[in-house]
């Protein structure tokens, strides 16, 4: 079966340092992955989304950058964070045009 | 520009009621729908999907229908538990957007009291 991980489940960050979450992907091969935040109290909003190595697309202008170094891995990063990226941020798998599946999340608090 | 909206924001039921809710959207030219719940602080599960082909789907106490042409999707409890209690979400996935994204509605926050 198919399961994802997403780490690290919570973590405090200055203003100004850099950021790097990770997620992976087991028991499947070639899938779209997604980074999605999730500011408080308010529904989804997709960031990244990847359907293949080497092709990243993002959804919004932001400080944030992501990165697939491997099939079942995607990385989102930032050089300098800033207060507003704080959130919840969840990492999403899915085949073309199926069931999606999500991480447990990150809760960023940016200080 | 798709829009999901669910509503009521929040919801409290007593155990045992059958309940629902909804999920509604703009633009029905969509792939399928998706019924997520979230508990506190954790990730999204997923509870339902809908082809926009299908009418309904059943999962234990839960059904899920569609209505495309009409823009609604709703989500029936059955014999609603404290278990139950968690935000549930609804999500489009879009004929005309690559790579399977989601646009997502802000949530319903269901509480069921013992």
């Known amino acids: 079966s198919q399961t994802i991980h997403q780490w690290p489940a919570t973590l405090v960050q200055p203003v100004g340092s850099p950021l790097s979450l990770e997620c992976t992907v087991e028991?499947?091969?070639?899938?779209?992955l997604y980074w999605y935040r999730q500011a408080a109290g308010r529904g989804l909003q997709l960031l990244f989304y990847?359907?293949?190595?080497?092709?990243i697309s993002s959804e919004v202008p932001q400080n944030l950058s992501a990165s697939r170094p491997q099939d079942r891995q995607f990385i989102l990063s930032s050089k300098k964070l800033l207060l507003s990226d704080s959130g919840f941020y969840l990492c999403?798998?899915?085949?073309?045009?199926?069931?999606?599946?999500f991480g447990q999340g990150t809760r960023l608090t940016v200080v | 520009k798709q829009e999901v909206t669910q509503i009521p924001a929040a919801l409290s039921v007593p155990e045992g009621e059958n309940l629902v809710l909804n999920c509604s959207f703009t633009?029905?030219?969509?792939?399928?729908l998706q019924w997520f719940r979230q508990d506190p602080g954790k990730g999204l599960t997923s509870l339902l999907l809908i082809q926009s082909s299908q009418r309904e789907q059943t999962s234990g106490r839960l059904n899920a229908s569609l209505d495309k042409s009409s823009g609604r999707s709703t989500l029936y409890i059955a014999a609603s538990q404290p278990g139950d209690s968690a935000t549930y979400l609804c999500?489009?996935?879009?004929?005309?957007?690559?790579?399977?994204?989601?646009?997502f509605g802000q949530g319903t926050e269901l509480s069921v009291k013992p």
């Open positions: 990847s359907i293949g190595i080497d092709q």
């Open positions: 999403a798998w899915s085949r073309e045009n199926t069931e999606a599946f």
């Open positions: 999500a489009v996935n879009m004929i005309y957007n690559q790579g399977g994204k989601l646009i």
């Open positions: 028991g499947t091969s070639n899938p779209n």
């Open positions: 633009d029905s030219a969509i792939y399928n």
